[in-house]
């Protein structure tokens, strides 16, 4: 189930924030077994006959839906969906969520148009160059870094700097980086992967703000959206601008 609060949407001058909280209530899978047992122990003495998968699966959904009622939701997660003024929207989740989410707006809205972000080339390219080229001037290489071989070996590295490990090597015997740990900027560290999605945020505490300050926290909310956008434009302009 979603829920929603009082600072469900907030208006920026770049575009609207919304926020989605999930909180979840799932019965404890041994409660369910239980329940199945007892079924399947009464329908044998019933019938004398084994019960069909069918059955155990009914059986499992009538007790879902009354163990439901008793059960104690978890503790909510809240997620940021950012819908820009240029129609590029970021969605704190991953990509099933994502979609989740997006279905919910676009269920709340009646309408919501939404379709991936294409690039002229794939985000692959940039990954590996910049573990081949060291020298740049937002991306700093951080310490992880997944790699698959020509001989479609995984390697992933994770104990000492980038720039002092075999990743580079790896590249030019014609590897391709699949995930790689970067800061930008020196603000903002994060892995970013080959589907485009940036994992790990953590923001420089300039940017987080005071959660004893009232409004504080929101203003840290706000220029850390900043910065993610900062990335995501600075990774599209570069993989347009290779293909020129």
Not at 12 to 17: A, I, P, Y
Not at 118 to 129: C, F, Q, R, V, Y
Not at 138 to 153: I, Q, W
Not at 169 to 190: C, I, K, P
Request: net charge negative; hydrophobic share 35%; glycine share 4%.
């Amino acid at each position: 189930s979603y829920n929603t609060d009082k600072t469900l949407v907030s208006e920026q001058k770049e575009g609207l924030l919304l926020q989605i909280t999930e909180q979840k209530k799932v019965p404890e899978n041994y409660l369910i077994k239980g329940k199945v047992e007892d079924a399947c122990k009464r329908y044998i003495a019933e019938t004398d006959k084994k019960p069909k998968k069918e059955d155990k699966d009914k059986w499992k959904e009538e007790a879902i839906e009354e163990l439901l009622p008793l059960t104690i939701a978890k503790e909510p997660k809240k997620h940021k969906v950012f819908i820009r003024k240029d129609g590029l929207i970021f969605v704190e989740a991953n990509h099933k969520k994502s979609e989740d989410f997006i279905s919910l707006i676009r269920k709340a809205l009646g309408s919501f148009p939404v379709v991936p972000l294409e690039t002229d080339l794939p985000i692959g390219d940039l990954l590996d160059s910049l573990v081949k080229d060291s020298n740049d001037d937002y991306f700093e290489l951080l310490e992880k870094a997944t790699l698959v071989t020509s001989e479609d070996r995984t390697v992933s590295l994770a104990k000492a700097s980038l720039y002092n490990s075999e990743a580079q090597e790896l590249v030019q015997n014609g590897a391709y980086v699949t995930s790689l740990e970067l800061m930008y900027d020196g603000v903002v560290t994060f892995s970013l992967k080959d589907d485009f999605t940036l994992n790990g945020l953590k923001y420089d505490e300039q940017l987080q703000g005071d959660k004893d300050e009232e409004g504080s926290e929101a203003t840290g909310e706000f220029l850390q959206l900043v910065e993610v956008s900062k990335i995501v434009d600075e990774i599209i302009k570069r993989l347009s601008q290779v293909s020129k």
